[in-house]
């Protein structure tokens, strides 16, 4: 068959997104699943690209290998480890104290960097105030960050994605925190994740790609697709997770593929 009836075939790496791309929550998406056995046969390269910074890279090394797709903590690229290296290339963190409003995730990569993390009763003390997907937020944790960035602490934000998709539909995701956060301070947050430049750009870095080979996968369109498309990669947007097909309709920019299930790409 051709490239143009497989599309797929055209690439050499696929940058895929998980939440809404391979699963929903703790449910495999069968393609999906599918898709990347296919690709791993064709010899194809695959960096798994989250803006979920709730988990560490070895849990969701396991969470995929339960689903049935192996993977190595090296083919896993999260908002929290781009957001670590963000932070080491661009500031002296030597000596310096960071509240985190986040998750294992999160927590564990920021760990890495030596600033060192607060508790959060001593929050309001933080040079830096980083935010990312908190399943446990308490009113404790944004009073201390707001108190933290009225007094002048660096804002991070890992993503700004609104929502988050299960299968139950839409939760609030870090978006929403990082969003309440803005309004208490009256800041607004450096983000990180995609559609950040920075996080795309590792993330090529990382698998050892080039943009006009690689293909990036995911379920939103102001996050991957638009990330994808200010690195000079193709899109695809798949339907299975946040973003609908009516969501097209004066987006730019627009994807290259659109297809409800991945096996429409082979």
Known sequence: MSDASR???????????MDGVIYLNRQPIPDAVEFIRRARKGGKGILFLTNNSKY????????LAGMGVPAEESEIF?????????????YDLEGRK???????????????????????????????????WDTELTYAKLREACLALHGGAAFIGTNADATFPSPEGLWPGAGSIIAALEKAAGREALVVG??????????LHI???VADRTLMIGDRLETDILGGWR???DTCLVL?????????????????????SLLELW
Not at 78 to 90: C, P
Not at 194 to 203: S, T, V
């Open 7 to 17: 599309p797929a075939e055209r690439y050499d790496l696929f940058l895929m997104d």
């Open 56 to 63: 560490t890279r070895g849990e969701y090394r396991e969470k």
């Open 78 to 90: 999260t908002s929290a480890a781009a957001t670590a290296s963000f932070l080491v290339e661009n």
């Open 98 to 132: 960071a509240f985190v409003i986040g998750g294992r995730g999160l927590l564990e990569e920021i760990g890495r960097t030596g600033l060192r993390i607060l508790k959060v009763e001593e929050g309001r003390i933080a040079d830096f105030v980083i935010v990312g």
């Open 194 to 203: 995609k559609p950040n430049l920075y996080m795309m750009q590792a993330a």
């Open 207 to 209: 698998a050892g790609g």
């Open 231 to 233: 690195a000079g990669l």
């Open 240 to 260: 299975t997770g946040v973003s609908r097909r009516e969501d097209l309709e004066g987006f730019r920019p627009q994807p290259d593929f659109v297809v409800q």
